[in-house]
T-cell receptor, first 110, second 116 residues
Framework: RKEVEQDPGPFNVPEGATVAFNCTYS??????FFWYRQDCRKEPKLLMS???SGNEDGRFTAQLNRASQYISLLIRDSKLSDSATYLC???????????FGKGTMLLVSP | DARVTQTPRHKVTEMGQEVTMRCQPI?????VFWYRQTMMQGLELLAY????????DSGMPKDRFSAEMPDATLATLKIQPSEPRDSAVYFC??????????????FGEGSRLTVL
């Protein structure tokens, strides 16, 4: 099983739709979780951290399920500008590094 | 706006040539990462420095790749000799790690390498 797995998509949704992505991780000792966003031919940028209790930032909600070892990202009221690849990122803690999933592509159409 | 600066942005070279990519991390950051991104593999970690010391380069092909941080303002990634399979986008990222927690990583715009 890969360390971090994501459905590559693409997810094609109309403007205003709600869309959700899941990401599974293999190492139960993982401690920190993030969602990064990467626009086409650009660098990844932090979208939000994922906390154990779940967290929300505007239209974006991230949740962590440690028992099933997955994190999720929910986007409400999708905008055209949300079109991007969303990267799931996991850190085992200590001096270990961040492991990136291959990303899920989202395409929001008018 | 503080940002990670990478050079060159684009590089086309022939197989067998040496390639050197440079990165200036954000001032004050204590960690530097080199990642390689391809369509097939996604983002792969090549090297990781903390306080200029290499902590993890297990993802880097040692026979042809080398990564160094000669000072706090410069990180380099060298490929010698380059091969077509090295064609990818190479990202440098820096961050401020406090204790055991890895915070936000700030990525440079990447160096797009094509080896013919």
């Amino acid at each position: 099983r890969k360390e971090v797995e994501q459905d590559p998509g693409p997810f094609n949704v109309p403007e205003g739709a709600t869309v959700a992505f899941n990401c599974t991780y293999s190492n139960s000792a993982s401690q920190s979780f993030f969602w990064y966003r990467q626009d086409c031919r650009k660098e990844p940028k932090l979208l939000m951290s994922v906390y154990s209790s779940g967290n929300e930032d505007g239209r974006f909600t991230a949740q962590l399920n440690r028992a099933s070892q997955y994190i999720s990202l929910l986007i409400r009221d999708s905008k055209l500008s949300d079109s991007a690849t969303y990267l799931c990122v996991v850190n085992k803690g200590g001096y270990s590094t961040l492991t990136f999933g291959k990303g899920t592509m989202l395409l929001v159409s008018p | 706006d503080a940002r990670v600066t990478q050079t060159p942005r684009h590089k086309v070279t022939e197989m067998g040539q040496e390639v050197t990519m440079r990165c200036q991390p954000i001032l004050g950051h204590n960690t530097v990462f080199w990642y390689r991104q391809t369509m097939m593999q996604g983002l792969e970690l090549l090297a990781y420095f903390r306080n200029r010391a290499p902590l993890d380069d297990s993802g880097m092909p040692k026979d042809r790749f080398s990564a160094e941080m000669p000072d706090a303002t410069l990180a380099t990634l060298k490929i010698q000799p380059s091969e077509p399979r090295d064609s990818a986008v190479y990202f440098c990222a820096s961050g401020l790690v406090l204790g055991a927690n890895t915070g936000e990583l700030f990525f440079g715009e990447g160096s797009r390498l094509t080896v013919l």
